[in-house]
């Protein structure tokens, strides 16, 4: 399994999506490191609703947060699919 595979695993479970064949995949995940439709569809509100918790900041705040580090680890200014399920992995990864 290769690491993108391995993060839209990851982001499924943590969406919430049914897992299938012992939990190697989720039913109906989507395939979120390429598309930011499905990002925003999926994780971005969950994401914008676990950070406001955190710092009882507002959902405006939280999603500042959200964007200032997906920008900081924006390659050339891109802004792309990858790069912020990446930066919603490291979220998830500092919660725990």
């Known amino acids: 399994m290769n690491r993108k595979q391995e993060l839209n695993k990851k982001l499924a479970k943590w969406a919430g999506f049914t897992p299938v064949y012992g939990g190697l995949y989720y039913e109906n995940s989507p395939n979120f490191t390429e598309s930011l439709d499905v990002c925003f ?18 959902s405006t705040e939280a999603y500042y947060k959200l964007f200032e580090m997906w920008l900081e680890q924006a390659e050339n ?3 792309n699919a990858i790069t912020l399920c990446l930066v919603i992995e490291k979220l998830i990864n500092n919660k725990k």
Request: net charge negative.
């Open 77 to 79: 200014g891109i802004l």
């Open 41 to 58: 569809k999926w994780l971005v509100p969950k994401v914008i609703d676990e950070l406001a918790d955190i710092d009882i900041s507002t």
